[in-house]
C-alpha cells in the first residue's frame, strides 16, 4: 500500500510552507531518512526526511509551491502502485505533468494573452494568511484568484497567478486591451540575472515594509564611554575559562535586559491604535547575519540570566539560525530587539522596528573621541554609540532619551550593574 509524506510543521505557529528543492524525483528508490526535498517557512530552511521506503510515485508540488502544513507532498510505495487516493485536491494531476490543451483552447488563450478567465461573482473561497495578506500588499482582489490549494483554498501561487494574469471583474463595459509592453532594447539579457526572493527574504522585506509604513518611528543616537566595559572584557578574555567567550555584545544584551525593566513602554507590544501591552519580563530579541537573511531569535526572561547564561544562549541560537535549523518558535514573543553592527565599524545607524514592538536598539562601534580631563588637559577615550529607534505612537522623545540616557550609566559602571 502506497503512503504519504505529509509537509512538517516546523513550529506551532507555522501554517505552510514553501518547497525549495526536491533532491529525489519521480521513479527514484528511496528509504527512511533520505532527505527528499528542501522547504523553508518564513524564518528558517529545513530538509524533510522521507518517512517511508519503496519508489518515489507521485509529486504533487513543485519546487517553489507553498504547501499548508501537515498535507501529502508526495506519495512512496511499490513501482506501479496507484496513489490517486492520497493526492490532495489541489493536484488533481501529477506536479510533473501538464495537460495538453486542445488547439482551439491555446488559440483562444493567445487572444486573451494576460487576461485570466473570471470567476463567479458572489462565490468566495478559503485563503491562507499569506495569501491574504499577498492580495492585501498588491491590492489585488484575491476573490478572483483561481483556488488551487486543498479542499478549494487560496494560496499564495494563486495570487501571484492573479497579478502575472490579471482576472476581468464582470463590468458593464468592455475593458479596452492594455497596450503591449515596448521591449527594452538598449539592455540586454546578457547583462544582469534576475533572482527570486527565498522565503526568509520575502518576509524580511514584508516586515521591514509594514514597520515603516505603520510606525510613526523616530531614532534617538548617544554614546557613552566605553572605557570600562573594554577593561572588563579584557579581564574575562584573560580569565581562559568559559568567561572567556564573552562578548562586547553580550555585555550590552544583559545592560538592556536590565535597564528596560524601568521603561515599560519600550519592552512592550503595540496591539492597535489604541492599546499596548506592557511585559513584565524582557524577552529579548537579537539580530543575527545568516546567510539567508536577517534573523532575530529570541532570549525569553532574559533578565532573569546571568551575563554567562545570556552569552552562551546567543552563541547557540546564532548556530541554529546559521545552519538553518532553528525552531521558528524560537523567534516569536520578542519585547524588544538589539541590532549590533559594531564588528562593521558603524558609528551610527537608524535601526527599523521589529512589529509589534516599540522600540530596537542599535549597538554601533567604539571611536576615540576627545574630551577635557578633570586637571583640563586633553583626554582621549572610546565612545561606543547606541541608536534607540522607538514608536512615536507609544513612547515620546524625553522617555525614550531617559532609557538612552539609563542605559550608558549602566554600561560605564557595568561592575556595579553585575552586583544589583
Not at 489585488?140 to 501571484?160: C, F, K, Q, Y
Not at 479596452?176 to 540575472?193: K, Q, S
Request: charged fraction near 25%.
Amino acid at each position: 500500500m502506497a503512503n504519504a509524506v505529509i509537509m512538517p510543521k516546523a513550529g506551532i505557529t507555522v501554517e505552510s510552507c514553501i518547497i525549495g528543492t526536491w533532491e529525489k524525483k519521480v521513479g527514484d528508490s528511496v528509504k527512511v531518512g533520505d532527505i527528499l526535498f528542501t522547504y523553508e517557512t518564513d524564518k528558517a530552511s529545513f530538509e524533510c526526511e522521507s518517512t517511508a521506503e519503496g519508489t518515489l510515485l507521485e509529486i504533487f508540488y513543485n519546487d517553489g509551491d507553498e504547501v499548508p502544513c501537515l498535507v501529502n507532498v508526495c506519495a512512496i510505495g511499490n513501482a506501479g502502485e496507484d496513489c490517486s487516493a492520497l493526492r490532495p485536491d489541489s493536484a488533481a494531476a501529477p506536479a510533473e505533468e501538464k495537460p495538453a490543451e486542445a488547439p482551439a483552447a491555446e488559440a483562444k488563450k493567445e487572444e486573451v494573452a494576460p487576461v485570466a478567465a473570471t470567476v463567479q461573482t458572489g462565490e468566495k473561497s478559503a485563503i491562507s494568511p499569506r495569501a491574504k495578506k499577498l492580495a492585501e500588499r498588491a491590492g489585488v482582489d484575491a476573490s478572483l484568484a483561481t483556488p488551487t490549494g486543498p479542499n478549494g483554498r487560496i494560496i499564495e501561487r494563486d495570487v501571484r497567478t492573479l497579478m502575472e494574469n490579471p482576472v476581468v471583474a464582470p463590468a458593464k463595459e468592455e475593458a479596452t486591451p492594455a497596450p503591449a509592453p515596448v521591449a527594452n532594447t538598449a539592455i540586454g539579457d546578457t547583462e544582469y540575472t534576475d533572482v527570486k526572493f527565498s522565503g526568509i527574504r520575502r518576509a524580511i522585506s514584508k516586515s521591514m515594509h509594514t514597520s515603516l509604513s505603520t510606525m510613526a518611528q523616530l531614532t534617538h543616537s548617544s554614546s557613552f564611554d566605553a572605557t570600562n566595559i573594554l577593561a572588563y572584557r579584557k579581564l574575562l578574555k584573560e580569565s581562559e575559562g568559559e568567561y572567556a567567550g564573552i562578548t562586547l555584545g553580550d555585555i550590552v544584551l544583559y545592560a538592556v535586559s536590565r535597564t528596560l525593566l524601568n521603561h515599560p513602554d519600550l519592552n512592550a507590544h503595540m496591539l492597535d491604535d489604541n492599546n499596548i501591552r506592557l511585559f513584565k519580563h524582557v524577552n529579548l530579541g537579537v539580530a543575527i547575519d545568516t546567510p539567508r537573511g536577517l534573523m532575530v531569535p529570541v532570549i525569553y526572561h532574559a533578565d532573569e540570566k546571568s551575563l554567562l547564561e545570556i552569552s552562551k544562549e546567543v552563541k547557540v541560537l546564532a548556530a541554529e539560525c546559521r545552519e538553518g535549523n532553528i525552531n521558528p518558535d524560537k523567534m516569536t514573543g520578542g519585547t524588544f530587539t538589539v541590532s549590533n553592527l559594531g564588528n562593521l565599524g558603524i558609528e551610527m545607524f537608524t535601526p527599523v522596528i521589529n512589529p509589534p514592538q516599540t522600540g530596537i536598539l542599535g549597538v554601533c562601534c567604539a571611536t576615540d573621541r576627545v574630551r577635557k580631563a578633570p586637571d583640563g588637559s586633553i583626554q582621549i577615550y572610546p565612545a561606543m554609540g547606541l541608536s534607540l529607534t522607538y514608536d512615536h505612537r507609544a513612547v515620546d522623545g524625553a522617555p525614550a532619551s531617559r532609557l538612552l540616557k539609563e542605559l550608558g550609566q549602566n554600561l560605564e559602571k557595568f561592575t556595579a550593574l553585575l552586583a544589583k
